[in-house]
């Protein structure tokens, strides 16, 4: 036996008790079984203050969110910003004295659909002119404009470029040609009253529930007679940069002999024609796109 190991005594019980057997106990023993001791309470220490310090993070977590949530919520905007990043930071600071004249954008809407006027939940339906091939199922490029005492049209144009925020509706039949047939209907004095939507998030078909509804009659924008020949057009209204236009073309209570509209449009046709909005320039807004985060 090693010359370093010790007995040590174990503690005595009372003297009623009797033939009780003693094993001997180490010295190296008793200080191995206080060490297990010290190290397991240690190590619930570590587990006490952990779970304290995960509880406060959590709720300080939630309290931030709860008032960016109320925050975003109490703050009004003008216009409801798209899933789309910034595309003109510090445009501001680079043209603000720019004297040089830019050109208006024609600008076709990018979704055209349809509403039946019965129907109070305003459930939007799309026409088109897709046809199988030999490739598969082809998709034109061409939208409807449908406008009769049943049916209204709600076309969305994505505002393009920066600071052109001056627009204005045009009007007019589609040119037949040998190569595209807009399969035009007119009923003479058909009279249109284009509204503007109370929607300002983009209609697209990966964004659920988007294109279910349309949205209410915010605004009559104008009222006019649709031409067999020539274009017609509204006056100039606001179409903010990074934003979206959304119009409902729809029969005037005016038209004195009935109302019908009906042809298709494709944006790619010469010349210009069909429903399209003229985007011109405005004024360079000071400091107003600052954040390159920020998102569309």
Same mark, same amino acid.
């Given at each position: 036996m090693s010359p370093n190991v010790e007995y040590t005594a174990l503690p005595r019980k009372s003297s009623s008790e009797k033939n009780v057997f003693y094993e001997?106990?180490?010295?190296?023993?008793?200080?191995?079984?206080?060490?297990?001791?010290?190290?397991?309470?240690?190590?619930?220490?570590?587990?006490?203050?952990?779970?304290?310090? !995960?509880? &406060?993070?959590?709720?300080?977590?939630?309290? #931030?969110?709860?008032? /960016?949530?109320? +925050?975003?919520?109490?703050?009004?905007?003008v216009v409801q910003l798209s899933r789309r990043p910034n595309p003109y930071v510090y445009l501001d600071t680079i043209l603000i004295n720019t004297t040089r004249p830019i050109p208006s954008i024609n600008n076709f809407p990018q979704v055209v659909l349809q509403v039946h006027n019965a129907d109070s939940s305003r459930r939007m339906?799309?026409?088109?002119?897709?046809?199988?091939t030999a490739f598969g199922t082809v998709y034109p490029?061409?939208?409807?404009?449908?406008?009769?005492?049943?049916?209204?049209?709600?076309?969305?144009?994505?505002?393009?470029?920066?600071?052109?925020?001056?627009?204005?509706?045009?009007m007019s039949l589609p040119a037949v040609s040998a190569t595209y047939d807009p399969e035009i209907t007119l009923t003479p004095d058909s009279v249109?009253?284009?509204?503007?939507?109370?929607?300002? !998030?983009? &209609?697209?078909?990966?964004?659920?529930?988007? #294109?279910?509804?349309? /949205?209410?009659? +915010?605004?009559?924008?104008?009222?006019?007679?649709?031409?067999?020949?020539?274009?017609?057009?509204?006056?100039?209204?606001?179409?903010?940069s990074r934003a979206f236009t959304t119009l409902e073309l729809t029969c005037s209570p005016k038209a004195a002999s009935g109302c019908h509209v009906d042809f298709w449009q494709d944006r790619r046709g010469k010349p210009i024609s069909g429903v399209y909005i003229v985007q011109s320039s405005t004024p360079i807004p000071r400091k107003s796109f600052q954040d390159p985060w920020e998102s569309w």
């Open positions: 001997p106990l180490l010295k190296n023993e008793v200080e191995s079984s206080t060490r297990h001791h010290d190290a397991g309470a240690g190590a619930n220490r570590v587990l006490f203050w952990s779970t304290i310090g !995960v509880g &406060l993070t959590t709720a300080v977590s939630l309290l #931030l969110s709860i008032f /960016a949530l109320v +925050r975003s919520h109490s703050s009004s905007s339906h799309e026409s088109d002119r897709q046809r199988p490029d061409d939208r409807r404009i449908f406008v009769t005492d049943t049916m209204s049209t709600v076309a969305q144009f994505r505002n393009l470029d920066y600071a052109m925020e001056s627009c204005v509706l045009f249109i009253d284009v509204w503007i939507l109370d929607e300002s !998030v983009e &209609l697209a078909q990966d964004m659920r529930g988007s #294109l279910d509804r349309a /949205a209410a009659r +915010r605004e009559l924008l104008a009222t006019l007679a649709f031409p067999a020949s020539g274009a017609a057009q509204t006056k100039e209204f606001l179409c903010p």
